[in-house]
């Protein structure tokens, strides 16, 4: 079967998505996922761009072991030097370098010609190629380039030195007979194209993301670069979990990856917590209902064969159907191996902590899913926080004005205030205030439930302006203020470290 190379950029397209950025820990964290799930490249991030992506590819760079760690640069001699920089402590190291190749970029954004934009191209390779032998080369807006232009490019760059050439559909644009077409005319008319590996990139704006991706393996592509759940910018990119499971189900097409599908679900849901990222309910392989049946002439078809109405089994992407269920009378074993099952491995103290609030939380419910779960581990991370919420009390009724009382933690002392708002949340973020006096707005505030049910947990997810930058924060409890007073504090920690 030929080799289909998986290149993930959740750390680095995905984490272009507001209110998605990680801390250098929890980046660690999901490189370490995606190293056991099998892919094959990590793009750790665009060292330029700022020094927090800078020390995230050096630390991942030394956290994983056999993936081939890369890294973002445009078409820029410092860009690259920074870069290689970056990568000096990666086993295996790569170079993303490139340059826009369609009209709009050259005539547009660079205000150049194409014989001056395919030199700048071939003198990034070369460059790169002084540190690293494996450079790969993006042709930004490919999939809106002349083809014949295109060819041009590709086979330049190979000549200096590209071990992989990166066709991206940056906007979305193409139809997947044209994407296909596109990859077969590079194959059929690049001298040298057997020399380097053809990768597709490509955006979901129309929703053609992983049709325009597939289009182009068959017409040769042999990497395919990809985010865990689709996230990347505006629409996302082409989901990791959908072509590992196209190419598992459709196995005539001999295309085969590396990648233990059965750990595609727990990864999707660390990603998703770790980045306070929802999966939408029916979002192919690992949404909620990506394997729920409600209709009843489904139910029955299921339950005297689940081919019937099923292509995949859910084991084979990570779903175990006779899961544990988690109840006030569940132990810490039960516990954690649930959290093991979802990819948040735990111990000694921060797991009897993580138990601890999970009574409580137990005593609210009638029963905790995933996502309650993972909330909990999630929650374990803000103890660490510069300022924490200690208790928080509301009066609030028909006819009578919102009282709030509110105690804080802030670097280990605490603060106490009240007081008065246009309804529970006004009061309770009027209070906090109180204690924290700074000019904060809050520009977006959207609350979620989890599930269905008055018990359940709420999410809360909040934008807050702080002198001119949006800050992003989350909270989750079964008390919707307190999630909010949560969301709150976690945008405002995001400024005050």
Request: hydrophobic share 40%.
């Amino acid at each position: 079967m030929d080799r289909l190379f998986v290149f993930d950029t959740t750390l680095r397209d995905g984490e272009q998505v507001p209110g998605c950025q990680l801390n250098t820990v929890e980046k660690i964290q999901v490189a370490r996922a995606l190293e056991s799930l099998g892919v094959d490249v990590i793009e750790a991030g665009f060292p330029i761009s700022s020094p927090g992506d800078f020390n995230s590819v050096v630390e991942i760079s030394k956290a994983v072991t056999w993936p081939t760690i890369c890294a973002l640069t445009r078409g820029v001699q410092k860009d690259i030097d920074v870069a290689a920089e970056a990568l000096q402590y990666a086993k295996n190291k790569r170079i993303h370098t490139g340059i826009g190749t369609s009209d709009f970029h050259i005539k547009h954004k660079f205000n150049s010609t194409q014989d001056a934009i395919l030199e700048r191209a071939v003198a990034a390779v070369k460059h790169a190629k002084k540190y690293v032998e494996d450079v790969e080369f993006y042709c930004e807006d490919a999939g809106r380039t002349d083809n014949v232009y295109l060819a041009r490019v590709v086979e330049a760059v190979i000549k200096a030195g590209a071990t992989v050439v990166n066709i991206p559909d940056t906007t979305g644009y193409c139809l997947p007979h044209q994407y296909g077409e596109k990859i077969k005319f590079l194959m059929e008319n690049v001298n040298g194209v057997h020399n380097a590996i053809l990768s597709t990139h490509c955006h979901n704006d129309l929703g053609l993301a992983t049709a325009n991706t597939m289009a182009g393996v068959i017409n040769g592509a042999r990497q395919v670069e990809v985010t865990m759940n689709g996230i990347g910018e505006r629409a996302g990119n082409t989901s990791l979990e959908e072509i590992a499971m196209i190419l598992k189900c459709h196995k005539t097409l001999n295309i085969e990856t590396q990648i233990n599908t059965q750990k595609i679900f727990p990864t999707s849901r660390m990603v998703s917590g770790l980045m306070n990222m929802p999966v939408q309910a029916n979002k192919a392989i690992v949404g909620k209902n990506a394997f729920a049946h409600s209709s009843g002439i489904h139910q029955d078809g299921v339950l005297k064969n689940r081919e019937s109405y099923e292509i995949m089994d859910p084991k084979d992407v990570g779903l175990d159907e006779n899961s544990i269920v988690l109840t006030a009378r569940s132990g810490r074993a039960a516990l954690k191996h649930r959290l093991g099952v979802l990819g948040v491995p735990v111990e000694g103290e921060e797991l009897d902590k993580i138990y601890q609030d999970f009574l409580q939380l137990a005593d609210k419910k009638k029963d905790l899913n995933d996502v309650d779960i993972l909330m909990l581990a999630g929650k374990e991370h803000s103890t660490h926080e510069t300022i924490r919420l200690d208790y928080l009390q509301v009066t609030s009724g028909v006819g009578v004005k919102s009282v709030a009382s509110i105690g804080l933690f802030i670097a280990n002392e605490k603060f106490e205030a009240a007081a008065s708002g246009n309804g529970p949340v006004d009061a309770a973020i009027n209070a906090l205030k109180q204690i924290i006096k700074r000019n904060m707005t809050i520009q977006e505030f959207t609350i979620q439930a989890i599930n269905k049910g008055s018990d359940d947990v709420g999410k809360v997810h909040m934008q807050v302006d702080y002198n001119g930058v949006l800050y992003y924060g989350f909270g989750a409890n079964t008390d919707i203020v307190a999630a909010s007073v949560e969301a709150y504090i976690n945008a405002i920690n995001k400024f005050v470290r």
